[in-house]
């Protein structure tokens, strides 16, 4: 019997042996696995901390291009405002240039005696006295008793349609 028992113990040991060599090689595995899960984590760590640097200088670089475009902005809309002036003054000049001319015609026809008629009419619509499709400043030659006025020139024309598409 005491036999019996020492092979009992014996087989009970190598089956102890056994597992332990099993143990001790899943653990080996794990601290390889552990290594590598450590390398893995500080890589993605140093990718995080590479991205929130980037994400700062993109940030910084938008807030910088939003700030010159505001000055752009800025200044595009005083040059709007004194285009809107001059052209307004523009206007104006060209108002008053073309009572001038129409005095000053009406005065060498006075002296002639005969009205100013091209040889050819000249294509294009006839427009108002103003110049400018009737403003409010301008008599209207039909109400004044004044006669027609001739057709304009192909510069006229082109003056006067520039004054229009700039309003």
């Known amino acids: 019997m005491e036999w019996l028992l020492e092979i009992i113990l014996l087989v009970?040991?190598?089956?102890?042996?056994?597992?332990?060599?099993?143990?001790?090689?899943?653990?080996?595995v794990l601290k390889r696995d552990r290594a590598?899960?450590?390398?893995l984590?500080?890589?993605?760590?140093?990718?995080?901390?590479?991205?929130?640097?980037?994400?700062?200088?993109?940030?910084?670089?938008t807030e910088g291009a939003g700030r010159g475009i505001q000055r752009q902005i800025e200044a595009a809309n005083g040059l709007k405002d004194d285009l809107?002036?001059?052209s307004e003054?523009?206007?104006?000049?060209?108002?008053?240039?073309?009572t001038l001319i129409r005095q000053g015609r009406g005065l060498t026809q006075e002296s002639s005696g005969e009205p100013?008629?091209?040889?050819?009419?000249?294509?294009?619509?006839?427009?108002?006295?103003s110049?400018?499709?009737?403003?409010?400043?301008?008599?209207?030659?039909?109400?004044?008793?004044?006669?027609?006025p001739r057709l304009r020139s192909q510069a006229e024309r082109d003056?006067?349609?520039?004054?229009r598409a700039a309003r």
């Open 84 to 86: 809107a002036f001059l």
């Open 12 to 28: 009970l040991l190598s089956a102890t042996l056994f597992q332990a060599l099993r143990l001790e090689r899943a653990l080996g």
């Open 116 to 129: 100013f008629l091209p040889s050819t009419p000249l294509p294009g619509p006839r427009l108002a006295p």
């Open 41 to 61: 984590v500080n890589g993605f760590n140093a990718s995080t901390h590479a991205a929130e640097e980037g994400i700062e200088r993109l940030r910084a670089a």
């Open 36 to 39: 590598s899960l450590e390398e």
């Open 159 to 163: 003056l006067l349609r520039a004054l």
């Open 131 to 148: 110049g400018l499709g009737g403003s409010e400043g301008s008599p209207d030659p039909s109400a004044t008793g004044a006669p027609e």
């Open 89 to 98: 003054r523009g206007e104006r000049l060209a108002d008053r240039l073309e």
